[in-house]
């Protein structure tokens, strides 16, 4: 047994350390995912370990220590997520708030109606649906009446997505990064007050044995789209399935070189995937915003019948100009390329 305590330690602790490197294989990066569930195995079989051995070896203290180090490491890495925020917020409802409403609707969903019920329920101000086709995009006419304005992408190939808003809408653009059948929506939109700002629906690869073998694309596109939230002036609000935990080091490098905010931070970790088990969820149907863009909410909606959980946010913009430093130093310009350049070489690799 104290072999198998041994491995088991040894394990766990390599589980908790290498997605915070630069080894991208999937085989590495999916131990970001299960976070959570690593560190409760770790607390069940540290604390198991004290009543279940009699004697106390220098491998057995060694065990320990290691499974002691995964497991503040881990809590480290997710105690910013906790909701905190909710115990230090004031009473005063924000104004002016404007809503959003996120889903992976899974392609092969045919449920339409619980997605237009859930649309009716809570009368998003903004729509953004990824894996939607053109069987979804004809369901989901029904919902144009409330949410006039839109730009449609569909693709049959689980990358498909569309923007309903009934915000004005001064331009709208679907993006193509490393692949040209994986689209990005940029609109650049207004709130009643007339503040503007620029919106970016975004759905990367995930690097997974029955996706891509690394995350070199997903990162890829993370950093191109990072380029072009630098370039803005306006301040920008992003939301999608970025197929990355919060937490990862592709998901922070992300919110650094673009300067945005994790609207997770002291909100909740707020898992949205997979819907079943519930135990298995992860955060990684994701919220980015400019500091001059507050998240005052963010919350999971009831299953419609996809294997993600919708997303539903309220946030308010208070300035039309980003104000922040978006000057790159010269260590994240040479980064940031040679993210996308590998994203680039990846595709070619592993389409």
């Not at 305590?5 to 999916?30: D, E, G």
């Not at 104004?95 to 649309?119: R, W």
């Amino acid at each position: 047994m104290t072999i198998t305590f041994i491995v088991l330690a040894v394990l766990l602790f390599l589980m908790s350390f290498l997605p915070s490197t630069t080894i991208t294989h999937w085989s590495a990066r999916i131990f970001d995912y299960v976070r959570i569930q690593v560190l409760f195995l770790m607390l069940i079989i540290l604390i198991a370990s004290f009543f279940y051995f009699d004697e106390f070896t220098n491998e057995i203290l060694i065990g320990q220590v290691l499974l002691g180090i995964s497991i503040l490491y881990q809590a480290y890495i997710i105690l910013p997520f906790l909701p905190t925020h909710y115990f230090r917020k004031s009473g005063e409802k924000p104004q002016h708030e404007v809503t959003l409403l996120s889903v992976n609707v899974l392609q092969s969903n045919t449920d339409y109606q619980k997605l237009i019920d859930l649309v009716r329920e809570y009368q998003p101000d903004i729509l953004l649906t990824m894996e939607t086709n053109k069987a979804w995009e004809k369901a989901l006419e029904a919902i144009e009446d409330q949410l006039p304005n839109f730009l449609k992408a569909p693709y049959e190939n689980r990358y498909g997505m569309h923007l309903y808003t009934k915000l004005k809408v001064n331009k709208i653009k679907e993006h193509q990064f490393l692949v040209d059948d994986r689209p990005a929506i940029e609109a650049h939109l207004e709130d009643s007050k007339n503040h503007r700002f620029v919106f970016w629906g975004f759905h990367p690869p995930p690097p997974s044995p029955t996706e891509k073998p690394s995350s070199r694309q997903k990162d890829g596109e993370l950093m191109q789209l990072a380029k072009l939230i630098v370039k803005q002036e306006e301040p920008s609000l992003v939301a999608g399935d970025f197929n990355s935990v919060c937490w990862s080091r592709s998901s922070k490098l992300f919110a650094e070189i673009s300067n945005l905010n994790d609207a997770r931070i002291g909100k909740g970790i707020l898992g949205t995937f997979p819907v079943r088990p519930s135990i298995f969820r992860f955060p990684i149907d994701l919220l980015y915003s400019s500091k001059e863009i507050v998240v005052n909410s963010i919350k999971i909606l009831p299953d419609i019948g996809s294997d993600h959980l919708p997303i539903f946010s309220t946030f308010s913009v208070t300035s039309s100009v980003d104000h922040s430093d978006k000057r790159m130093e010269k260590e994240e310009k040479e980064e940031v390329e040679e993210l996308i350049d590998e994203g680039e070489e990846a595709a070619k690799e592993e389409e």
